[in-house]
């Protein structure tokens, strides 16, 4: 069954320093998104993305935040300079394409990116 | 506004016993979604929910979307210990993919 990678699993960086956390979603899907997860919280939306160009976006998805789909099967979240707070798991998620599949809003997520900001 | 409240927070429970956990919201939703989450895990899709009303079974889970458009429930009957992990809803609204997720419920069977 096709699913969601993403690459790192865990990432340990420094605070200041910029990262890019890498996602390979499902490979028929068309619509991309980043969520975050603070540890013992609940899952947040940050993005969605389609037809290579931001959809949706959060109030956290602020200017320290990109995303980008570099190729035909990357989709990747840039940190520009890192906070302590953006220590999360961050979930890359995809859904299938349009309204008339039937599938209005099946997300697929990924296992995730743990990322620790010292 | 957009908040999901999911209830209850935690369940501790006998093997075998049936669970019940909903999650209700002061907005209309026109999708409702269930995940469970292991630790350290991504989210894993349990069921998916498109119409008011509507009722859907996956094996032993059992989950309806509210007539109101504002609650959906989750049922598990005869639990086993793989059952354990965090169960989230997830609703979306119309004109927007953004999945809006509820608070999580902590499930734990004993054998």
């Known amino acids: 069954e096709p699913e969601v990678t993403q690459t790192p699993s865990h990432q340990v960086t420094q605070m200041g320093q910029e990262v890019i956390l890498r996602c390979v979603p499902i490979?028929?899907?068309?619509?991309f998104y980043w969520y975050r997860q603070i540890l013992g919280q609940k899952v947040e939306f940050l993005v969605s993305?389609?037809?290579?160009?931001?959809?949706?976006k959060s109030e956290i998805f602020d200017d320290q935040f990109s995303v980008e789909r570099p190729d035909g099967s990357n989709f990747t979240l840039k940190i520009r300079s890192t906070k302590l707070e953006d220590s999360a798991m961050y979930f890359c998620?995809?859904?299938?394409?349009?309204?008339?599949?039937?599938?209005?809003?099946?997300?697929?997520f990924g296992p995730g990116t743990r990322l620790l900001v010292l | 506004g957009q908040q999901l409240n999911q209830s209850p927070q935690s369940m501790f429970i006998q093997e075998g016993e049936d669970v019940s956990m909903n999650c209700t919201s002061s907005?209309?939703?026109?999708?409702w979604l269930w995940y469970k989450q292991d630790p350290g895990e991504g989210p894993v899709l349990l069921i998916a929910?498109?119409?008011?009303?509507e009722l859907t079974s996956n094996g032993r889970l059992t989950a309806q979307f509210g007539i109101t458009r504002k609650d959906s429930f989750l049922n598990i009957s005869a639990s086993i210990p793989s059952d354990v992990g965090i169960y989230f809803c997830?609703?979306?609204?119309?004109?927007?993919?953004?999945?809006?997720f509820g608070s999580g419920t902590r499930l734990l069977v004993r054998p």
């Open positions: 993305f389609y037809n290579n160009e931001i959809s949706e």
């Open positions: 998620a995809s859904s299938s394409p349009g309204w008339a599949s039937g599938n209005l809003g099946t997300q697929y």
């Open positions: 490979s028929n899907h068309l619509y």
């Open positions: 997830a609703g979306q609204r119309d004109s927007s993919y953004k999945l809006i």
């Open positions: 929910l498109y119409k008011a009303g």
């Open positions: 907005s209309i939703f026109n999708t």
